[in-house]
Nanobody, 118 residues
């Protein structure tokens, strides 16, 4: 059974940093591109970042480019999202997902809440 489990969310002040992690199991992690998506309260899903299978290529939405870094450790079957210079508009539930675009992602984690507030 494919499972994705996020961790690391919480409350952070504007301008602060947070690192999310996502542990994958039940599939060969290294064979899939992985992504982070988020959903703010009352809004739709927003793609955040994607990393290729080997980690050699990454892509980001314009809203997070330069502030967030996606990475992976295939030996640990774990995906990461380092978030710096957090803003109130980054507040959302963050999900990791298997796949490289919202239209093709087939498995999602339950999500972890990121709250940005002073």
């Amino acid at each position: 059974e494919v499972q994705l489990a996020e961790a690391g969310g919480g409350l952070v002040q504007p301008g602060g940093s947070l690192t999310l992690s996502c542990a994958g199991s039940g599939f060969t992690f290294s064979k899939f591109a992985m992504s982070w998506v988020r959903q703010a309260s009352g809004k739709g899903l927003e793609w955040v970042a994607t990393i290729t299978r080997g980690g050699g290529s990454t892509s980001y939405s314009d809203s997070v480019k330069g502030r967030f870094t996606i990475s992976r450790d295939n030996a640990k079957n774990t995906l990461y999202l380092r978030m710096n210079s957090l803003k109130s508009e980054d507040m959302a539930v963050y999900h990791c997902a298997r796949g490289d675009s919202i239209n093709t992602m087939d498995y999602w984690g339950q999500g972890t809440q990121v709250t940005v507030s002073s």
